[in-house]
C-alpha cells in the first residue's frame, strides 16, 4: 500500500489548507488512518485518527476544533481540513493507515505512512 499526501503550501496565519492522502490500494478502506506532523528536531507528533467507517474520529488537543479529519473510501482518499491555522502549526504532515479498524494516537499503531506535506503558516 502506498500513501501520498498533497496539498500542503504556504499560508498566512487564521487561513486555510486542505490536505488530502491517496492509497494506491482500496484495503485502506478497512483501516483507521491518520495524520501525524513533524517538526526539525522533534518527534513525530500524533494530529488527528479516524476510523475505517468515519465514525470515530480523535484529535490532538492543540487542534481540536479547528482541525477536521474525513475520509472518502470510495475514492481511497483522506482528508485533513485545517481552519485557524497558527504559525506553531508549521511541520511536514504525513498520513498513514492503522493496523487495525480504529485510529490511534501511536505511532507505532500505524502500519503504512506516505510521504510528507510541507505545511508553513507565517505570522
Known amino acids: 500500500v502506498q500513501l501520498q499526501a498533497s496539498g500542503g503550501g504556504l499560508v498566512q496565519a487564521g487561513g486555510s489548507l486542505r490536505l488530502s492522502c491517496t492509497a494506491s490500494?482500496?484495503?485502506?478502506?478497512?483501516?483507521?488512518m491518520g495524520w501525524f506532523r513533524q517538526t526539525p528536531g522533534e518527534e513525530r507528533e500524533f494530529v488527528a485518527g479516524i476510523s475505517w467507517n468515519g465514525g470515530r474520529k480523535i484529535y490532538a488537543d492543540s487542534v481540536k476544533d479547528r482541525f477536521t479529519i474525513s475520509r472518502d473510501n470510495s475514492k481511497n482518499v483522506l482528508y485533513l481540513q485545517m481552519n485557524s491555522l497558527k504559525p506553531e502549526d508549521t511541520a511536514v504532515y504525513y498520513c498513514?493507515?492503522?493496523?487495525?479498524?480504529?485510529?490511534?494516537?501511536?505511532?507505532?499503531?500505524?502500519?503504512?505512512w506516505g510521504r510528507g506535506t510541507q505545511v508553513t503558516v507565517s505570522s
Open positions: 498513514a493507515a492503522a493496523r487495525g479498524a480504529i485510529p490511534s494516537r501511536d505511532g507505532p499503531d500505524y502500519r503504512y
Open positions: 490500494a482500496r484495503t485502506t478502506s478497512n483501516n483507521g
